[in-house]
C-alpha cells in the first residue's frame, strides 16, 4: 500500500524531509477566493482560470493549465489502497482547499485517508517545524473516517452553494470530531462577518501613510486563522485603500 501526501503549496514541497516516503501532489489554490460555481469539474476549473487570471495576472493561466489542473487530475485518479494524507493547517486558507481536495476522492477506492496539522502553537503553519517535528506530525496524523469524509465533501458543498447556515453546523461537526481544528466554526463565522476586512481597514486607518508591507504583518500577527497570503490580502488593501 503506497502513500500519497498532498500538500499545501510549494513551501511545503520543498522542505519536504526525504525521510517521509511517498508520492507528493500540491494543491496551488487559493479557494477562499473568488468563484466556486461550476456544473461539471471542466467549467468549475474553466472559472477558477478566468477568475485568477484576473484578479491577479501572475502567475496567470499557463501557470494554472500547467501546474495547478494536472496535480488535481492526479488526485482525482490516485490508485486504490493508497495512504493518503492531507498536509493542511488549521488556517481558513488551507481549510478550503482541503475541503476542496476530500471532494477529488474517490469513496469507492479503499484508500485510508489522515489528516496531518501541525500542533498548536504552530498549527496555522508548517514553516515553523523542523524535519524532526515534521516527521512527528505524520505519526501523529488524524484518521479521517467514511463519516467524517462524508461531513467534510458536505461541508464544501454547502461552502459551494453558498449555503453559510449548512457549512457552519458542518464545521462544528468537524471541530468536534477533530479537536485540532476546535476553533474552525468561531473563524468561519468571523469571515462570513467580514471581521477580516474590519480588521484591515482599522489598520489602514491606523496608518494612512503606510505602505502594504508592515500592515500585512501586523494583519497576520493579529489574525492568522485567516492564512491570508500577501497577493490577496494586497488586493483587499487596494480595494478598501480606494475607498477609505
Not at 499545501?8 to 468563484?35: K, M, Q, T, W, Y
Not at 499557463?62 to 489542473?69: P, S, T, W
Request: with cysteine; charged share 20%.
Amino acid at each position: 500500500m503506497g502513500a500519497v501526501h498532498i500538500l499545501n503549496g510549494d513551501a511545503l514541497l520543498e522542505r519536504f524531509p526525504d525521510a517521509i516516503s511517498g508520492d507528493l501532489l500540491v494543491c496551488r489554490e487559493c479557494l477562499i477566493d473568488g468563484p466556486l460555481q461550476g456544473r461539471n469539474p471542466e467549467t468549475f476549473f474553466a472559472n477558477r482560470m478566468a477568475y485568477l487570471d484576473a484578479a491577479y495576472e501572475d502567475p496567470g493561466a499557463d501557470f494554472y493549465l500547467e501546474a495547478v489542473l494536472p496535480q488535481f487530475e492526479l488526485m482525482m485518479n490516485i490508485p486504490e489502497q493508497s495512504e493518503v494524507y492531507f498536509w493542511f493547517e488549521a488556517d481558513l486558507f488551507c481549510q478550503y482547499n482541503f475541503w476542496f481536495c476530500i471532494s477529488l476522492m474517490e469513496s469507492s477506492s479503499n484508500c485510508s485517508y489522515y489528516l496531518v496539522l501541525p500542533p498548536e502553537p504552530h498549527q496555522y503553519g508548517f514553516s515553523g517545524l523542523s524535519n524532526a517535528e515534521l516527521q512527528e506530525a505524520v505519526e501523529n496524523a488524524v484518521p479521517l473516517s467514511a463519516l467524517l469524509m462524508a461531513s467534510l465533501d458536505e461541508l464544501w458543498k454547502a461552502t459551494r452553494k453558498g449555503d453559510r447556515k449548512k457549512a457552519l453546523t458542518l464545521a462544528t461537526m468537524v471541530s468536534i470530531a477533530v479537536p485540532s481544528l476546535k476553533q474552525l466554526p468561531q473563524h468561519l463565522e468571523a469571515y462570513y462577518k467580514e471581521d477580516h476586512l474590519k480588521l484591515l481597514a482599522n489598520l489602514i486607518a491606523e496608518n494612512p501613510e503606510g505602505e502594504f508591507g508592515p500592515i500585512f504583518r501586523a494583519f497576520c500577527q493579529q489574525a492568522p486563522e485567516y492564512g491570508f497570503g500577501d497577493l490577496l490580502l494586497r488586493r483587499y488593501f487596494d480595494e478598501l485603500s480606494r475607498n477609505l
